[in-house]
């Protein structure tokens, strides 16, 4: 062979097998079906109420089996650009008057079907930290003692809100802006949170929170709330020490009074990685200011949308609103996917006259002037087990004894709950 031909030869067989590689150049899009992706969950809950009247009135003894099913999909049809839509049916199990009926039922925490959440996301606009979400969302910050999603309950809580995030690789802040719609006044709620890794087992996160709701007064007319304050969580001794520490000022008007108002957090425990089922030790305190009904300022903290159930008891008598909470806790890890608490709540009051406030918010039993300060006993015991990412399991037992408070203010006694959980994902 030449060596002409040995060239020509060379380049068509460099050319031939270079066709891939201009064809690589010019992708294909894919399908429109790898850009979606669909998941959801399906959880069901019983829970059993015993002894609650004289406690919360009501109904002495009851049992239903809550259902929580939300589907949701989730598109990204170019880069920087997300979609995401949550509907959401919820309801009290097996209370329709037949199988072929549809009545509402009457318990509140249902709401049959409904938008759980549907936002657009525009992320890294321009190759920069910004990005912004659109549309009805959850909004979940810290430990969510002011803004959570409130995912214990069966309807839970979103928002439908504008929201900008910058972030960087150990610094992330956010605003946002959130209004509700009513006929008797509007309600608007934003602010601005900050989070920043001071060191891989150290976080600070700094926030200003502001409500201004139209009708929010004890009076009816108008409630502006400025929060702000910070929160500092960390661990240390090789991951055996851990702590939590949170604090927050609020001012403004509830008209026609003023409004000013704290409440603070502080939580610690101890490790023993070394030791069969890892036990921990811990301690929490929580403390809420309340009202002084002597003075015309308001004084009662207002802890805004916050997910209380996990923090002030599980039977949901308490929140943080007029309470100081003593709390030791014991847990164990008996397999790496279950854990084992067994905790104790000491509930006073800083002002009796002021009340006892559920996690809800609202006032589970008024105040009295001479009232003990001594609100109630609670003892919890939970077990949680994670079979795999597809499905966890949940059950547990709550006693609470209601103290001196209750004695003084009308009935007293001793309400129980127990529950059982099992949530499957898909």
């Excluded at 170019?78 to 209370?95: H, K, M, N």
């Excluded at 959440?117 to 969510?144: A, H, M, T, V, W």
């Excluded at 069966?154 to 956010?174: H, I, M, Q």
């Excluded at 929170?209 to 969580?233: E, H, I, K, M, Y």
Aim: proline letters at 4%; glycine letters at 10%; hydrophobic letters at 40%.
């Amino acid at each position: 062979m030449t060596a002409n031909k040995t060239k020509i030869f060379l380049s068509l067989f460099i050319f031939l097998l270079s066709g891939p590689l201009w064809a690589e150049g010019e992708k294909t899009p894919p399908p429109w079906y790898e850009k979606v992706s669909v998941g959801g969950e399906i959880r069901l809950r019983s829970e059993t109420q015993i002894d609650y009247a004289n406690i919360a009135g009501g109904v002495d003894d009851d049992s239903f089996v809550l259902l929580r099913v939300r589907p949701h999909i989730e598109a990204k049809p170019t880069s920087g650009l997300r979609l995401f839509i949550q509907p959401q049916f919820s309801r009290v199990f097996a209370q329709e008057e037949s199988t072929i009926a549809n009545t509402a039922a009457t318990r509140t925490n249902n709401d049959d079907f409904d938008l759980h959440q549907g936002y657009i996301d525009f992320q890294d606009i321009g190759g920069s930290p910004l990005s912004l979400r659109l549309g009805r969302q959850e909004l979940n910050y810290g430990d969510q003692r002011l803004v959570g999603a409130f995912g214990w309950n069966n309807v839970g809580r979103n928002f439908d809100a504008a929201k900008a995030s910058l972030k960087w690789e150990t610094l992330w802040v956010e605003a946002f802006f959130s209004l509700i719609e009513r006929v008797a006044g509007n309600q608007y709620f934003g602010g601005l949170y900050g989070h920043w890794d001071v060191r891989p087992s150290m976080a600070y996160e700094p926030f200003v929170l502001v409500l201004r709701d139209n009708d929010g007064s004890a009076t009816g007319a108008s409630l502006t709330l400025v929060t702000f304050g910070d929160r500092l969580t960390g661990k240390f001794y090789d991951d055996r020490i851990d702590y939590g520490l949170e604090a927050a000022l609020q001012a403004g008007k509830s008209q026609p009074n003023t409004h000013f108002a704290y409440a603070a957090h502080a939580a610690g425990g101890y490790t023993f990685l070394e030791t069969t089922w890892r036990p921990r030790l811990g301690l929490d305190f929580n403390t809420a200011s309340g009202d002084d009904p002597a003075t015309t300022r308001v004084e009662r903290f207002n802890n805004l949308f916050p997910t209380n159930h996990d923090k002030y008891g599980y039977i949901d008598f308490a929140s943080w609103r007029n309470i100081y909470d003593i709390s030791p806790v014991f847990s164990l890890q008996p397999v790496a996917q279950g854990l084992i608490e067994l905790s104790y709540h000491l509930f006073l009051l800083p002002e009796v006259s002021d009340g006892l406030f559920r996690s809800s918010g609202a006032q589970l039993r008024a105040g009295a002037a001479g009232a003990s300060r001594v609100a109630g006993h609670e003892i919890d015991l939970s077990a949680k087990y994670t079979w795999n990412k597809w499905a966890h399991f949940l059950l547990g037992y709550s006693l609470f004894k209601g103290g001196d408070f209750f004695a003084d203010t009308g009935t007293n006694g001793t309400a129980h709950f127990l529950y059982i959980q099992t949530q499957a994902n898909f």
